[in-house]
Nanobody, 124 residues
């Protein structure tokens, strides 16, 4: 079992930046593809970014390409989401997720492991 704990959320003005972290417990972190999702009030959860086990390839939702960067440090059992040029439409609860399949993450088919989420609020 892998437990995930997000941190780094907060309130930021439009145009600002935040860096989210997701720390994983257990020794199997490097076996999992990892991803970030978000859910805005009144909206469905959406895929934001995903990264393969080794960290060499990443995938992004069109809405965040060029602004967000996902990365991971397998030695620290941590995945990150660097968010730049934030806009009010980026507001939501951001969730970290892990699955053996990157496809499952990118297509949001039901990831095996989820964190509790961290709130990101972008003011205009």
């Amino acid at each position: 079992q892998m437990q995930l704990l997000e941190s780094g959320g907060g309130l930021v003005q439009a145009g600002g930046s935040l860096r989210l972290s997701c720390a994983a417990s257990g020794r199997t972190f490097s076996s999992y593809a990892m991803g970030w999702f978000r859910q805005a009030p009144g909206k469905e959860r959406e895929f934001v970014a995903g990264i393969i086990r080794g960290g060499g390839s990443a995938y992004y939702a069109d809405s965040v390409k060029g602004r967000f960067t996902i990365s991971r440090d397998n030695a620290k059992n941590t995945v990150y989401l660097q968010m730049n040029s934030l806009q009010p439409e980026d507001t939501g609860v951001y969730y970290c997720a892990g699955d053996l399949s990157l496809h499952t993450i990118v297509e949001d088919l039901g990831c095996e492991h989820w964190g509790q989420g961290t709130q990101v609020t972008v003011s205009s």
